[in-house]
């Protein structure tokens, strides 16, 4: 995918934020800043009745901070822990990949706009702050994944 369509979700994301100042039952929340950046997000978790993970942030700082906070909680929300934790793993990886990760699709979604902020050491942390604030948050309000080791 191009540069240019990648440039093109992020800004959507910026200037149309889903998951801003959502109203949530929220059960933790955690801030986070990149003073590199002067990026600040602040990520509320919450549980649905079925289960899945309800996503709420405010922040502000650059489009790629609030942009990548903004995809967040779409992709987030409405999943359980379980189903959140490939798609956390996978945007991690990407993250590191220094742009050599095809990044795929069918798991990130808009997410993949992010593929060339990974070639960018200086701004990786822009688009990470708002994912390692959903993880703070999903520990401190214990909605990780659980893991199951098997008895056989
Ligand atoms: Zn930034």
Redesign the pocket.
Same mark, same amino acid.
């Given at each position: 995918m191009s540069q240019d369509l990648y440039q093109e979700i992020i800004l959507d994301h910026y200037k149309n934020p889903r998951g801003k100042k959502v109203e949530i039952a929220s059960l933790a929340q955690s801030y986070q800043v990149?003073p590199t %950046? +002067?990026?600040e997000v602040t990520v509320d978790v919450g549980q649905g009745p079925d289960g899945t993970l309800l996503v709420s942030y405010d922040g502000q +700082? %650059?489009s790629?901070?609030q942009a990548s906070a903004s995809v967040m909680s779409e992709l987030i929300t409405g999943k359980t822990p379980d189903q959140a934790a490939p798609i956390q793993v996978a945007f991690l990886e990407l993250m590191k990949s220094k742009g050599q990760l095809e990044p795929d699709e069918e798991v990130l979604e808009d997410a993949i706009a992010f593929a060339g902020v990974s070639k960018y050491p200086a701004?990786i942390? %822009?688009a990470l702050i708002s994912w390692m604030a959903l993880s703070d948050a999903q520990i401190k309000a214990q909605l990780t994944p659980v893991i199951t080791t098997r008895s056989e």
């Open positions: 990149n %950046c +002067g990026d +700082g %650059c790629i901070s701004r942390k %822009c």
